[in-house]
Structures are given as C-alpha cells and as structure tokens.
C-alpha cells in the first residue's frame, strides 16, 4: 500500500458520501441552492484523487500490478454511484443508461482480475483514459445545471432532458472503449482462454 494507493482509495470513500449528500442535504443543513456547490466540491477532490495517484506512483516509483487493477476500479465505482445518484430527483436520469455504464465496466473489471490471477495486468487503454475524463465531465455538467436549476432558471424538464443527452453520449463512448480494450488485448484474453481449456483437457 504506497501513498498513491491511499489516493485512490479515498475515491472509493468519496462515491457513497456524495449520494448521501445528494439525498439527505437537508439532514447536513444544505439547502438546494448550495447543493450543486457541495457535490462539485465532492468532485473536484475525487477527479484530483484520479490525478495524484497516477503521478504519485510514477514519481515514487510505486506502480505496481494492484494500483493497475486498483485505479480503474476505483473510477468505476465513484463515477457509476454518481450517476446512479442522479437517477433520483431532480435529474432522472434513465437507468437503462446507467446499465449500459455498469455492464461494460463489471465486464472489463471481471477480465482485468482474472488475468491479474492468472498472471497478466492489463493496463489501462487510451481510450479508457478518455472515457474517465468523458464521464468526468458529464458529470461537472450536470451539476452545473443544477445550479440554474435551484435558482428556477432552468425547468426540471430541460434538466432532466439535456442531463439525459449529455450521459446518452458518454455511454455510447463507453460501450466504443470496452470493444476497444478488449480488441487490444485479445491475445492476453485468449491465451488465459487457452491456459484454462489446457488446464481442465484429461
């Protein structure tokens, strides 16, 4: 457990307390208006957390086969539990749109583990890194319509439809990098395939 570790880790921490913000602001005494700022706050310290880790790492030389399998994860979870937090009022958004996030992330987790327990780390790809910063942003702008929206300048209507078209496209791109990375690393995919039918062959 290096310090870039830790980093990530308070990413994982950061997922259940913005939704537990979202949804009971007013226990915190947070009312609507402050709320977009709160949860933006809650944001910017997670996509900083993204940031430092990687070069924390790399500066202290603790890139290891774990913060690999570690990292993403820990972006799966903290923007997925988000944009299931907005699936609640007043955002609503779908929650087909959130499956199609989740489907392809537990599909790509599950084949990271799994090759890391057979002995190969798949890193992350390019394309992945763009999906993070895609869904990162998506995420900013919903919360920055929240704060028209708390005012009464933006109907629930246009925020939930415009909220709606933004993830739309950030779940086309994250269905495109999940084919990506899978395409990339076929060749570790079906040489674990391989390993296993040799395994279990009498």
Request: charged fraction near 15%.
């Amino acid at each position: 457990m290096g310090i870039a570790n830790y980093f990530t880790f308070s990413r994982i921490l950061i997922a259940p307390l913005f939704l537990l913000v979202y949804l009971e602001h007013d226990f915190f005494n947070i009312n609507n208006i402050l709320l977009p700022y709160v949860l933006l706050t809650l944001l910017t310290i997670s996509e900083l957390s993204d940031a430092f880790d990687g070069y924390l790492a790399r500066k202290y030389n603790q890139v290891t086969d774990f913060g690999k399998v570690l990292d993403p994860m820990a972006d799966s979870i903290a923007r997925t539990s988000m944009f299931l937090t907005f699936t609640l009022d007043p955002v609503n958004l779908p929650v087909v749109l959130i499956f199609v996030l989740l489907y392809r992330d537990s599909i790509i987790s599950t084949l990271r583990t799994v090759c890391a327990l057979k002995g190969y780390a798949l890193a992350a790809r390019t394309s992945g890194k763009i999906k993070a910063v895609i869904q990162g942003i998506a995420v900013f702008v919903i919360l920055l319509l929240m704060i028209p929206h708390s005012l009464g300048l933006l109907s629930t209507a246009s925020l939930h439809t415009t909220s709606t078209t933004i993830v739309s496209i950030a779940a086309i791109y994250t269905v495109y990098s999940g084919v990506e990375y899978i395409y990339a690393n076929w060749s570790y995919i079906n040489r674990l395939l391989w390993i296993k039918r040799a395994s279990t062959d009498p």
